[in-house]
């Protein structure tokens, strides 16, 4: 028996979702019938094109706001922009990210700047604009994506580490503190996602390495995750459509762990 979510006409913003893993869940939303906001970078007639495509094959009005998630003023204007496009905000989900990789003593200050800024410090300058709005309606849904790298370490991600470990705490303090509101806060916390980004690394690392993309997958990408298989967009899918429902309505301050296995070593 399929299950009625009962999500249809809810309105969600999801930053970084023009492309990865956040199209992916803005896609799921609009399939379940709940309006979205797009944002993120990217060449615009593909965002348009991809805006439509979403828009065509659901039951969802489908919008873009082009904030920059390293500038406050243009974070709460993607908020109100909802507000101003539906009527109201139901659903926020904190996934804008980016990555540099590199030793703490060479790292790039501009780099961590910047990492820092499209990875916390967003999540806090959204979640801070959307939280008079969902309490005023008595109920809303906060979902960041943090990573398993927000519970545990890797060599040469400390900023990327440290961004999403700030996520997590970050999603606990606000559950706590909203706990009596009708708002949940809740991290989902993926191992690796099979992005174009990852598909890109594989076949690098197998040409530099001179091995086959399935040991570079094996040994390489996937050597912290047991079941040595990427974690697909519709695992995030299904966890955020719980978590955004009714029946996620005691799950808050929790951070959801979909990593094949990686945090449990």
Same mark, same amino acid.
């Given at each position: 028996m399929a299950v009625d979510y009962k999500l249809e006409g809810h309105v969600a913003v999801i930053t970084g979702s023009t492309s990865g893993i956040g199209q992916a869940l803005a896609t799921a939303?609009? *399939?379940?019938?709940? $309006? #979205?906001?797009? $944002?993120?970078?990217?060449?615009?007639?593909?965002? *348009?094109?991809?805006?439509?495509?979403?828009?065509?094959?659901? $039951?969802?009005?489908?919008?873009?706001?082009g904030a920059d998630m390293t500038k406050r003023e243009e974070i709460a204007d993607l908020i109100a922009y909802a507000v101003k496009e539906f009527g109201r905000l139901d659903i926020l989900v904190n996934n804008a990210g980016i990555q540099h990789v590199e030793a703490v003593e060479t790292y790039p200050e501009e780099k961590w700047d910047a990492l820092i800024a499209v990875i916390l410090s967003s999540t806090f300058h959204a979640t801070k604009a959307a939280i008079p709005i969902m309490k005023a309606q008595g109920r809303g849904r906060i979902v960041n994506i943090a990573s398993a790298h927000g519970l545990v370490a890797s060599a040469f991600k400390a900023p990327y580490v440290a961004a999403k470990f700030g996520v997590v705490g970050f999603t606990k303090a606000c559950a706590v503190e909203l706990a009596r509101t009708g708002i949940t806060v809740n991290a989902i916390c993926p191992g690796y996602v099979k992005t174009p980004l990852i598909e890109?690394?594989?076949?690098?690392?197998?040409?530099?390495?001179?091995?086959? *993309?399935?040991?570079?997958?094996?040994?390489?990408?996937?050597?912290?995750?047991? $079941?040595?298989?990427? #974690?697909?967009? /519709?695992?995030l899918a299904g966890q955020l459509i719980y978590l955004v429902s009714d029946q996620g309505a /005691?799950?808050?301050?929790?951070?959801? #762990?979909?990593?094949?296995?990686?945090?449990?070593?």
């Open positions: 939303l609009a *399939e379940q019938g709940v $309006n #979205v906001i797009l $944002n993120g970078f990217g060449d615009p007639a593909k965002i *348009e094109a991809d805006r439509l495509a979403i828009q065509a094959k659901t $039951n969802a009005a489908v919008r873009y706001h890109a690394q594989v076949i690098d690392q197998a040409k530099t390495r001179g091995i086959p *993309e399935d040991r570079v997958i094996e040994d390489v990408i996937l050597a912290a995750q047991p $079941n040595k298989t990427f #974690v697909e967009y /519709s695992h /005691s799950a808050t301050g929790a951070a959801f #762990v979909i990593d094949g296995g990686w945090t449990a070593t």
